[in-house]
């Protein structure tokens, strides 16, 4: 039953992770993220901390102040080496 859950956890925290960088016009202005990108963010911490309590630190560091480039970075790292996700997202699209 447990692994289910995690399984389903994991499958909804890489569809956020896409959703949030696969629109950066809905969830960045300027550059940063806006209100509506903080609150997918915020999901994807909970369940990250929840999920992998060993990716805290890096997920984390992303903050109000961090850039689309620094999100995009931090995201795709997690997206590639935890879930093992091709990434077709770059800071430059």
Same mark, same amino acid.
């Given at each position: 039953?447990?692994?289910? #859950?995690?399984?389903?956890? @994991?499958?909804?925290? #890489?569809?956020?992770?896409? =959703?949030?960088?696969?629109?950066?016009?809905?969830?960045?202005? *300027?550059?940063?993220? *806006?209100?509506?990108?903080? =609150?997918?963010?915020? #999901?994807?911490?909970?369940?990250?901390?929840?999920?992998?309590?060993?990716?805290?630190?890096?997920?984390? /560091?992303?903050?109000?102040? /961090?850039?689309? @480039?620094?999100?995009?970075?931090?995201?795709?790292?997690?997206?590639?080496? @935890?879930?093992? @996700?091709?990434?077709?997202?770059?800071?430059?699209?």
């Amino acid at each position: 039953m447990t692994r289910e #859950v995690n399984r389903r956890n @994991e499958e909804y925290l #890489v569809s956020l992770i896409q =959703k949030l960088l696969a629109e950066p016009s809905t969830y960045f202005s *300027n550059g940063y993220l *806006n209100s509506e990108g903080w =609150k997918v963010l915020l #999901v994807i911490r909970r369940l990250v901390i929840r999920n992998k309590p060993y990716l805290a630190r890096r997920i984390k /560091s992303i903050n109000h102040q /961090s850039s689309y @480039e620094e999100v995009v970075r931090v995201l795709t790292s997690l997206l590639k080496s @935890e879930f093992n @996700e091709e990434c077709e997202y770059s800071c430059y699209s």
